[in-house]
């Protein structure tokens, strides 16, 4: 999803970063997350959780380690995953930012519900809202991206296909429609938000689109209706 709910929005302006870093040294000298965890990080969405998630793990191996150069090497895995925690929080900061100078001008609604069933014609919805200056009254789209999803058999495909049963190749047939319908739905809302972001006019927007394919597959310019 393209944009950060309100909660975490507030919570990652109000995050001290250079507290957070004080916090990270303690935790590392201690061996223990206590100092980071009472940072209430969970907050600030699911990047910065998935960075904290590391940073413990790194603190539980360098509190197993036993062996000279096996703590050595905890201790310098544990530096770099509190690093990287520190950059992941500085990253969603400046998201942050970019957030609220994106709303002075334009919204796009990243709420978009998935297809009952998964078919081969795909269709994604984006609804948006643009404005020239602050001042002005918002305006309201939508746009439709159509795509047809073309199969690609993978080497060995064909030989692996024979030998599951027709509900199996079904599952696995809905599987890939249902991964390509979300890839195409990232790919719409990336498309809208970077047009608006670039400096583009709500008004010029199509009211559908069809997906330009490299052979039948979408790549990251297939939604750009722009181009």
Do not use: C
């Not at 929005?9 to 100092?35: P, Q």
């Not at 599951?164 to 190749?169: D, N």
Request: glycine share 4%.
């Amino acid at each position: 999803m393209i944009n950060l709910s309100a909660g975490e929005r507030d919570a990652i302006e109000d995050m001290d970063v250079d507290a957070l870093r004080i916090a990270i040294e303690e935790a590392r000298k201690a061996h223990s997350s206590t100092a980071v965890t009472r940072l209430q990080l969970y907050r600030l969405g699911a990047y910065v959780q998935e960075a904290e998630r590391r940073f413990d793990l790194a603190l539980a191996n360098l509190r197993k380690a036993n062996a000279a150069a096996k703590i050595a090497s905890s201790e310098q895995a544990a530096i770099r995953a509190g690093w990287d925690l520190a950059s992941a929080v500085d990253q969603m900061k400046s998201r942050a930012r970019q957030e609220r100078r994106d709303g002075e001008r334009f919204y796009v609604d990243d709420h978009i519900h998935e297809p009952f069933t998964f078919r081969p014609e795909m269709t994604v919805s984006v609804s948006y809202r643009w404005r020239t200056t602050e001042n002005d009254d918002w305006s309201y789209g939508r746009i439709i991206f159509h795509h047809h999803h073309v199969a690609r058999p993978q080497p060995g495909a064909f030989a692996h296909r024979r030998k599951l049963t027709a509900r199996q190749r079904e599952k696995e047939l809905s599987e890939a429609l249902q991964r390509e319908w979300y890839h195409m739905r990232d790919l719409a809302l990336f498309s809208v938000r970077d047009f608006f972001r670039d400096g583009g006019n709500g008004a010029d927007i199509p009211e559908t689109f069809d997906a330009v394919t490299d052979r039948g597959s979408l790549n990251n310019s297939s939604l750009n209706f722009w181009a």
